[in-house]
């Protein structure tokens, strides 16, 4: 399987007058992820399922990528929000599904969590060193059998602006 690791877009920043949880695009923000997913679509991406972090700015983000036609289906999963655990998103999500080994399944989420979990599905704990920009993707594949911590392998680390 394939898991692309896509953070959110530009977004506004937190005030007073909004929850971090409400924060959305900027029109910036909106511009260079439709870019950007424009791109991923000419290099022939497609996701069988995006799954994104319930906050407004990580929806909208899946919503372009929709609306690009990188996938038709798009799911909300609690597990993307900042206290993801990456453990329990494997336990209670990822594998009660038995994806095959020719899924391709976008997560949109939020930092420092998607560096997080790439570190430990890479080395099998959480390493400094990844850094996922703003709308920035990692793509990794996973094994077929066993445990996917500490045992997948990174094809992708895309910054933003080697996809504008």
Known sequence: MEL????HGIAESGGSQITDEE????????????KIAQRLKTLGLHFDLIATSP???????????????????MEECTHL??????????????????YSSQ???????HEPCL????????????????VLKKAGMIGIKLPEKGSYL???QMFW???PKYLL
């Open 4 to 7: 692309y690791l896509i953070r």
């Open 23 to 34: 924060r959305s695009l900027t029109k910036e923000g909106r511009q260079k992820t439709e």
């Open 55 to 73: 906050l407004v700015r990580a929806r909208q983000t899946a919503e372009i990528l929709i609306a690009t036609g990188l996938s038709s289906q």
């Open 81 to 98: 929000g900042f206290d993801g655990d990456i453990r329990s998103w494997v336990a209670d999500w990822l594998e009660p599904r038995n």
């Open 103 to 109: 899924t391709q399944l976008a997560l949109v989420g």
């Open 115 to 130: 560096s997080e979990w790439a570190s430990i599905l890479l080395w099998g704990d959480a390493k400094q060193g990844l």
């Open 150 to 152: 500490g045992r997948s």
């Open 157 to 159: 680390l895309t910054p």
